[in-house]
Protein backbone atom coordinates (compact mmCIF):
# COMPACT_ATOMS: atom_id res chain seq x y z
CA UNK A 1 0.00 0.00 0.00
CA UNK A 2 1.36 3.48 -0.88
CA UNK A 3 0.03 6.50 0.44
CA UNK A 4 -0.17 10.18 -1.16
CA UNK A 5 -1.57 13.07 -1.65
CA UNK A 6 0.17 15.61 -4.17
CA UNK A 7 -2.60 17.85 -4.05
CA UNK A 8 -0.98 20.51 -2.00
CA UNK A 9 2.52 19.52 -1.64
CA UNK A 10 5.57 21.42 -1.79
CA UNK A 11 8.80 20.97 -1.12
CA UNK A 12 10.15 21.08 2.03
CA UNK A 13 13.33 22.16 3.70
CA UNK A 14 14.02 21.91 7.03
CA UNK A 15 13.66 25.71 8.95
CA UNK A 16 13.14 27.45 5.47
CA UNK A 17 9.41 26.48 4.45
CA UNK A 18 6.52 27.75 6.84
CA UNK A 19 3.57 25.07 6.56
CA UNK A 20 0.45 26.85 6.77
CA UNK A 21 -2.06 24.96 4.30
CA UNK A 22 -5.22 23.32 5.44
CA UNK A 23 -6.01 20.84 3.90
CA UNK A 24 -7.72 17.42 5.40
CA UNK A 25 -9.75 14.64 6.36
CA UNK A 26 -11.33 15.65 9.77
CA UNK A 27 -10.45 12.20 11.55
CA UNK A 28 -6.28 12.20 10.32
CA UNK A 29 -5.33 15.52 11.32
CA UNK A 30 -3.07 16.20 14.30
CA UNK A 31 -4.55 17.83 16.91
CA UNK A 32 -2.08 21.10 16.72
CA UNK A 33 -4.14 21.52 13.18
CA UNK A 34 -7.56 21.56 15.06
CA UNK A 35 -6.45 23.94 17.58
CA UNK A 36 -5.24 25.85 14.80
CA UNK A 37 -8.20 26.01 12.88
CA UNK A 38 -10.31 26.52 16.39
CA UNK A 39 -11.96 22.96 15.72
CA UNK A 40 -10.46 21.66 18.54
CA UNK A 41 -10.75 23.90 21.99
CA UNK A 42 -8.62 23.25 25.21
CA UNK A 43 -9.31 25.97 27.14
CA UNK A 44 -5.57 25.57 27.86
CA UNK A 45 -2.57 27.46 27.40
CA UNK A 46 -0.33 24.22 27.97
CA UNK A 47 -0.95 23.51 23.99
CA UNK A 48 1.04 26.37 22.27
CA UNK A 49 0.38 26.58 18.43
CA UNK A 50 1.66 28.72 16.22
CA UNK A 51 0.51 30.00 12.45
CA UNK A 52 2.50 26.87 11.04
CA UNK A 53 3.08 23.59 11.49
CA UNK A 54 5.99 21.20 11.14
CA UNK A 55 5.85 17.94 9.27
CA UNK A 56 4.72 16.14 12.60
CA UNK A 57 1.44 16.57 11.66
CA UNK A 58 1.92 13.65 8.78
CA UNK A 59 3.78 11.63 11.49
CA UNK A 60 0.23 11.85 12.86
CA UNK A 61 -1.42 11.12 10.13
CA UNK A 62 0.49 7.94 9.53
CA UNK A 63 -0.24 7.25 12.82
CA UNK A 64 -4.06 7.24 12.57
CA UNK A 65 -4.07 5.57 8.93
CA UNK A 66 -1.96 2.29 10.62
CA UNK A 67 -4.03 1.90 13.43
CA UNK A 68 -7.18 1.92 11.51
CA UNK A 69 -5.35 -0.05 9.25
CA UNK A 70 -4.53 -2.70 12.02
CA UNK A 71 -8.09 -2.19 14.22
CA UNK A 72 -10.68 -0.84 11.66
CA UNK A 73 -11.52 1.50 14.58
CA UNK A 74 -10.74 5.13 15.39
CA UNK A 75 -8.05 5.98 18.09
CA UNK A 76 -9.70 9.05 19.15
CA UNK A 77 -13.22 9.62 18.64
CA UNK A 78 -13.34 13.80 18.96
CA UNK A 79 -14.67 13.19 22.45
CA UNK A 80 -11.44 11.55 23.73
CA UNK A 81 -8.61 13.15 22.05
CA UNK A 82 -8.89 16.59 24.12
CA UNK A 83 -8.48 14.49 26.91
CA UNK A 84 -5.63 12.55 25.56
CA UNK A 85 -4.45 15.78 24.93
CA UNK A 86 -4.93 17.17 28.32
CA UNK A 87 -3.02 14.15 29.56
CA UNK A 88 -6.48 12.51 30.73
CA UNK A 89 -6.86 9.59 28.80
CA UNK A 90 -4.04 7.11 27.69
CA UNK A 91 -3.55 5.96 24.01
CA UNK A 92 -5.66 2.87 23.44
CA UNK A 93 -3.55 0.53 23.34
CA UNK A 94 -5.81 -2.11 24.44
CA UNK A 95 -7.72 -2.35 21.29
CA UNK A 96 -4.57 -2.98 19.39
CA UNK A 97 -3.75 -5.65 21.78
CA UNK A 98 -6.90 -7.01 21.78
CA UNK A 99 -6.01 -7.46 17.48
CA UNK A 100 -2.81 -9.04 18.22
CA UNK A 101 -0.67 -5.73 18.29
CA UNK A 102 2.62 -6.28 20.46
CA UNK A 103 3.78 -4.17 22.59
CA UNK A 104 6.31 -2.86 19.86
CA UNK A 105 3.85 -2.06 17.49
CA UNK A 106 1.81 -0.19 20.43
CA UNK A 107 4.89 1.60 21.41
CA UNK A 108 5.49 2.85 17.23
CA UNK A 109 1.83 4.46 17.28
CA UNK A 110 1.31 5.47 20.17
CA UNK A 111 4.61 7.25 19.48
CA UNK A 112 3.54 8.42 15.88
CA UNK A 113 0.59 10.09 18.21
CA UNK A 114 1.85 11.80 20.89
CA UNK A 115 0.04 15.08 22.16
CA UNK A 116 3.06 17.16 21.12
CA UNK A 117 4.28 17.78 17.96
CA UNK A 118 7.76 17.83 19.06
CA UNK A 119 7.62 14.31 20.77
CA UNK A 120 6.61 12.63 17.74
CA UNK A 121 8.63 10.17 16.05
CA UNK A 122 10.39 11.41 13.25
CA UNK A 123 10.00 9.62 9.34
CA UNK A 124 13.63 8.67 9.90
CA UNK A 125 13.38 7.38 13.52
CA UNK A 126 10.08 5.52 12.58
CA UNK A 127 11.64 3.90 9.70
CA UNK A 128 14.50 2.30 12.52
CA UNK A 129 11.58 1.62 14.62
CA UNK A 130 12.36 -2.06 15.84
CA UNK A 131 8.78 -2.61 14.78
CA UNK A 132 9.19 -1.37 10.88
CA UNK A 133 13.05 -2.40 11.14
CA UNK A 134 13.79 -5.22 8.01
CA UNK A 135 15.84 -6.93 10.90
CA UNK A 136 13.10 -8.11 12.80
CA UNK A 137 12.92 -10.59 15.33
CA UNK A 138 11.67 -14.03 14.26
CA UNK A 139 9.55 -13.97 18.25
CA UNK A 140 7.93 -10.82 16.32
CA UNK A 141 7.88 -12.22 12.85
CA UNK A 142 4.79 -14.82 14.53
CA UNK A 143 2.94 -12.00 15.78
CA UNK A 144 -0.25 -11.02 14.02
CA UNK A 145 0.81 -7.84 13.01
CA UNK A 146 3.78 -8.72 11.20
CA UNK A 147 2.15 -11.26 9.57
CA UNK A 148 -0.45 -8.64 8.28
CA UNK A 149 2.44 -6.50 7.59
CA UNK A 150 4.18 -9.59 5.13
CA UNK A 151 0.57 -10.17 3.75
CA UNK A 152 -0.67 -7.12 2.65
CA UNK A 153 2.67 -5.97 1.84
CA UNK A 154 3.12 -2.66 3.27
CA UNK A 155 5.71 -0.13 3.28
CA UNK A 156 6.33 2.85 4.98
CA UNK A 157 8.24 5.11 2.70
Known amino acids: MKIGDFGISKRVEEGLTAL ?92 LMTPMPKDRLTARDALSHVWIDPQISSIAMESAEIQRYLFLNIRII
Open 20 to 111: RSFKGTFGFLAPEILVQQKLLDLDDDDFEVSDDYTVAVDMWSLGEIAFRALTTEQPFPIRFLRAYIKGLYSFPAEILQARGVTKEGCDFLSS
